[in-house]
């Protein structure tokens, strides 16, 4: 009953969403100087437009003033011809509303904070959706296009709009990323596969320089993505990078979990991947302590395994990196709205009957995330413009999603973000707990500026954990775009700051205020930083593998896990 209540919805909880409406009106209708405060930005709202209206119909928009201007993230209106009759008009008319209901939703007396988030987020998305730019008839730049074309562009549009259906009715990937084959065009780094087990193949790359240093990168990505994001095309690839500049690398590629792997947990998850891949790379390049890095996901596990070998006495790391990597969840940003009680039932229910979450589940939430950067602006290109976006190698990984275990998924769900039992300590590794105020190694920290998934802030909060050394870098971009910022990107810059080990806290603002923003890339700075924490380098490179360990090379990079769909 549950599960088929979960399909009805979309997964999304009508109880969770209707509880923070319903908690929200309850508590304007008991607020009778909101609701006054709400009437006067109404009918001052309306003056507006009525003056604007006159002026307008008069002497034409050209240099007025607009009652109000979009905001500056927001393109849907950049085009000169929404300040024509009547689109200026109708984007203003929008832009008022979407600033009344942002009033409306904002500091009601007595709404618990959740409940003020979601209906929130209800509204812009019901705004989103609404939005004149999305309809033919009122987007003047489509109208312009199809008087120009004689229709030709909404043909072309249809085609695309049908090639879309077909694709996603046939499970076939968007069009484009035919182009990126994992092996021929992406994830070509050459390298072995030296373990496999259940749930990871682990890989080690080969070395492009006659030395290299002494200490061996072993990286952990997150198992929501298919692990070459950090081994793209050759120009963008980290991995590629790393290698070149002398570094012995080895990178987890995890399993795409079926209806089998149900029962995977996240302690398996750290045996089967962060643990086996450790004492992997240690019968490879022996004697050696490790620079581990884990991305996303990837991070907040290698956190929980660093947190453990500290408790157990386990002195084999020489550092810790965590890219866009969360530690404490007490404020995980816009992805908390889909994360509570009633929220993650649902989603039990569904993953009771397939053992897995499913990849589109994922990906349709972070697409409500940025409804108009994801879903709006590319349906506005393609079927009313008839423009279909080239695809690029980012975005072919982005549609390369991968499923998660019915167990692991909901331990995740629970005892991180909804308990914050890591931050919190009482997170149990061996049924015991672990706690990152013990963890010290030296730690690199890389946070993104606009990332929707793990905010800057909440991955800066380590700071308030750990009494390491930690090296902060923020990034322009987003969660990946952030990540893969090769040098000579493009209009890429980052800040760059460390606090010794134990030194004083400073809050993330004063940070930002304080830090000075570099140009260019945020790689060198990290390969720089690993190099301070080596050893002299000029060491021999390992050999890919070892037999006589028990890690024979099995496969070329990058191995048979990453092509599971």
């Not at 450790?278 to 991305?295: D, E, F, S």
């Not at 570099?518 to 060491?539: C, E, F, I, K, Q």
């Amino acid at each position: 009953m549950h599960a088929t209540w979960a399909r009805l919805w979309a997964s999304l909880s009508p109880e969770s969403m209707g509880s923070a409406w319903l908690d929200w009106a309850a508590h304007l209708a008991t607020s009778p100087g909101k609701r006054l405060d709400l009437l006067h930005l109404a009918s001052e709202q309306a003056t507006q437009l009525a003056m604007y209206l006159a002026q307008t119909w008069g002497m034409g928009p050209a240099g007025l003033r607009a009652p109000v201007e979009p905001p500056a993230q927001d393109r849907r209106f950049a085009d000169p011809a929404w300040q024509r009759w009547p689109f200026n008009l109708l984007h203003q008319s929008f832009l008022l509303q979407q600033q009344w209901w942002e009033a409306a939703t904002a500091d009601v007396w007595g709404v618990e904070k959740h409940h003020r988030d979601v209906t929130a987020f209800g509204a812009r998305q019901w705004l989103d959706l609404l939005s004149p730019g999305n309809l033919l008839w009122t987007n003047p730049v489509a109208l312009e296009r199809t008087l120009r074309e004689g229709g030709a562009n909404l043909q072309r549009g249809f085609m695309y709009f049908l090639d879309d259906l077909s694709r996603a009715w046939s499970g076939r990937p968007p069009a484009g990323a035919e182009n990126f084959v994992v092996g021929r065009d992406v994830a070509v780094t050459p390298g072995k596969v030296v373990l496999r087990n259940r749930l990871i193949e682990l890989i080690q790359y080969a070395p492009t320089t006659p030395s290299v240093h002494p200490e061996p990168v072993l990286i952990v990505p997150a198992w929501i993505m298919k692990y070459y994001i950090l081994d793209l095309s050759p120009h963008n690839s980290l991995i590629r990078y790393l290698v070149s500049q002398g570094h012995t690398v080895f990178c987890i590629s995890w399993k795409n979990p079926t209806a089998e792997d149900r029962d995977l947990g996240m302690q398996d998850y750290l045996d089967l991947g962060v643990r086996a891949a450790l004492a992997a790379v240690n019968a490879i390049v022996p004697g050696r302590k490790v620079h581990a890095t884990g991305y996303c996901l990837g991070g907040t596990l290698l956190a929980i395994a660093a947190a453990a070998m500290v408790r157990d006495g386990d002195e084999r790391l020489a550092t810790m990196t965590l890219f866009a990597a969360q530690t404490d969840f007490s404020e995980p940003g816009e992805l908390g709205l889909f994360i509570d009680e009633s929220e993650i039932s649902l989603l039990e229910a569904q993953m009771a009957e397939t053992g897995y979450l499913r990849a589109d589940q994922m990906a349709g939430a972070f697409q409500m995330l940025r409804s108009y950067d994801l879903l709006y602006s590319r349906m506005v290109n393609e079927y009313l413009l008839g423009e279909r976006r080239p695809m690029n190698d980012l975005m072919a990984w982005n549609a390369d999603a991968t499923r998660m275990p019915a167990r692991m998924h909901s331990e995740y769900l629970r005892q991180l973000f909804l308990e914050d039992a890591l931050s919190e300590g009482h997170f149990n590794v061996d049924g015991r707990p672990v706690s990152l105020v013990d963890v010290e190694w030296p730690t690199f920290m890389v946070g993104t500026l606009t990332d929707h998934v793990a905010p800057w802030r909440s991955v800066y909060k380590l700071h308030l954990l750990s009494p390491a050394e930690i090296t902060f870098a923020l990034t322009s971009g987003g969660h990946n775009a952030g990540i893969v910022s090769e040098p000579g990107h493009p209009r890429r810059s980052y800040r760059l700051r460390t606090r010794p080990a134990n030194g004083t806290y400073l809050s993330p603002d004063e940070w930002l205020a304080t830090t000075e923003e570099r140009p260019g890339s945020w790689w060198p700075a990290w390969t720089d930083w690993l190099r301070a924490h080596s050893g002299t380098p000029g060491v021999a490179p390992p050999s890919l593998g070892t037999p006589e360990q028990g890690y024979p090379a099995l496969a070329d990079a990058p191995g048979q896990y990453v092509r599971e769909r």
